[in-house]
């Protein structure tokens, strides 16, 4: 019954190789975060969709890129992952904005 | 399976008033668990964690092992608390598993 799924759970990249992280949801909701959350820190949102309409964070890198091909499934790339890249990645769903988020478990990113 | 609950989705208390939200877990080991506030069109925010032990905006939060919970308590609470409230458990270096989340509604 997981509603927010997140793949693969443990990534392991090398520095500068594009990686692809995946989410998809069973709740059928408008809109998609994805965040960033280094060790001891709080999730740093990075953006969200919301339908296919995209939300940039003002300071969000230009590495990162998302795609949502549809209702269900969110993607974040990593173009050219840095070591400070290395993270856990939570992503979240809610009905609209400003709805109850519910969260993925997340994808550790480890980058070599 | 790591899990984390919080039962209420929306809690509704008058200014001063005490208010608690509750978080129940479960988890085999040794958790670790933060509480993060997220107010109207801000970002998610740290509030506190278990492990520091301290108070932030009066808010405070005890762990009780025998009961697997981590309620959040603030004695007198203030409109300004109005916000989503989101338990989280960290296990396995640094997994997280985050709650369904509570709205606090603090009513003048």
């Known amino acids: 019954d997981a509603m927010v799924i997140q793949n693969p759970r443990y990534q392991v990249t090398q520095f500068g190789k594009p990686v692809t992280l995946s989410c998809s949801q069973t709740?059928?909701?408008?809109?998609m975060y994805w965040y960033q959350q280094k060790s001891s820190q709080a999730p740093k949102l990075l953006f969200h969709y919301y339908d296919k309409d995209f939300n940039n964070e003002a300071d969000t890198p230009d590495n990162f890129q998302s795609r949502r091909p549809n209702t269900s499934f969110c993607f974040l790339d990593i173009r050219s992952p840095g070591l400070g890249d290395a993270a856990m990645y939570l992503c979240?769903?809610?009905?609209?904005?400003?709805?109850?988020?519910?969260f993925g478990p997340g994808t550790r990113l480890t980058v070599l | 399976a790591q899990r984390v609950t919080q039962p209420e989705k929306l809690l509704s208390v008058f200014k001063g008033a005490p208010v608690e939200l509750k978080c129940n877990y479960s988890y085999s080991g040794s958790p670790e668990l933060f509480w993060y506030v997220q107010y109207s069109r801000q970002r998610l925010q740290l509030l506190l964690r278990?492990?520091s032990r301290e108070s932030i905006k009066g808010f405070t939060a005890d762990l009780n092992k025998g009961e697997t919970s981590f309620h959040l308590k603030k004695p007198f609470a203030q409109e300004e608390d109005s916000a989503m409230y989101y338990c989280a458990l960290s296990y396995n270096n640094n997994d997280m598993r985050f709650g369904a989340g509570t709205r606090l509604t603090v009513k003048p």
């Open positions: 278990h492990i």
């Open positions: 709740l059928n909701h408008n809109v």
């Open positions: 979240a769903t809610s009905l609209n904005v400003e709805d109850t988020q519910y």
